[in-house]
């Protein structure tokens, strides 16, 4: 009775985790297009950095949703039909890879927005630190760095099969791995983005400083924007760090009672991508520049509508 129960649950997660994925992919796919379609046409526009950084959160979303739900089209076919195992050894492995490191790049990501919106507004004259250049640059060295920081838990040996999920990720008994992953993939960037919102908070509230005096009036209305974008950021980060919630449940449970619940990855995974949907979905209305654009273009979609009627 028991094991008819787990895998009706063990279904019925598996069939929510696909499906939030596939429409995860289809939504972050489209808004990465739309992005790149006017960076390419707006070589000279104000607002391709930003753009350029909204649309590397999009692509680091999608590569993720991509790994997870071809993952879980392999899961749900262990939990349907009850197969011994589905473990091909070292490319198992590789896959837990390749997905941690995608759930690092979102979180670096998003601080890389932070840490612009910071440059705009408390490093607002010099331009060399707004430059779309360095932001490239930035970008690439984002990627190499992630790849590298979880090579040492690929080394080890921390990725493991999980018999009863059918796919390999590290366990939650293995407290090195979970520390090293925890502050190098999460701590760091999330602690960043807080610093830059609160240094900046901090800059424009000191009243006796030459921060507000040396923008002009353009610039100051600029500066609140990129601070109320900020705060939007770490919005984002609590919606990302929802991840943590389940993982912190299941170790408190495993400490204390030394018992580790079946649906312990299950209910992470399912967290984790309902969290990503949201901020799929919240990055697209948070965001100024693409609703600026998308306010354009259904202005000119609705001009020549009009346009053709007339005539």
Known sequence: ????????????????????????????????CFILYHLIKRKHSANRVALLLIGN???????FCILLLEQYTRVIQGHLYLLISLNDGIYCQ??????????????YSNTLQAIYRLCRVVFHTRQSLQSFRLYQILILIQWIICFLMIIPTFVLGDFKYLVDDYHCQIEYQSMRSTLLNGTLAY?????TTIGCYMYTVRKMRQGNNSLIHTMTHIQQVTARRD????????????????????STIILSIYNFTGYLP?????????????????????????????????????????????AN???
Not at 13 to 25: A, C, E, N
């Open 262 to 306: 079946w649906w312990s990855s299950q209910i992470q995974w399912l967290v984790f991508i309902t969290s990503i949907m949201c901020v799929t979905i919240v990055l697209a209305f948070i965001s100024p520049h693409i609703r600026h654009l998308w306010t354009i273009k259904l202005f000119h979609q609705r001009a020549r509508n009009t």
């Open 57 to 63: 959160m999009y692509l680091t979303l999608l590569i």
């Open 187 to 191: 701590m760091i960037p999330m602690n």
């Open 94 to 107: 590789f896959r837990a890879y390749f997905v941690l490191v995608s759930i690092c790049t979102i979180f």
């Open 1 to 32: 009775m028991n094991s008819s129960i787990h895998q009706l649950t063990n279904l019925i997660i598996d069939t929510s985790i696909i499906v939030m994925s596939s429409l995860t992919i289809c939504l972050s796919f489209g808004i990465f």
């Open 227 to 246: 601070l109320i974008v900020l705060f939007r950021i770490c919005i984002l980060l609590g919606l990302l760090m929802a991840f943590f919630i389940p």
């Open 309 to 311: 009627i007339v005539l």
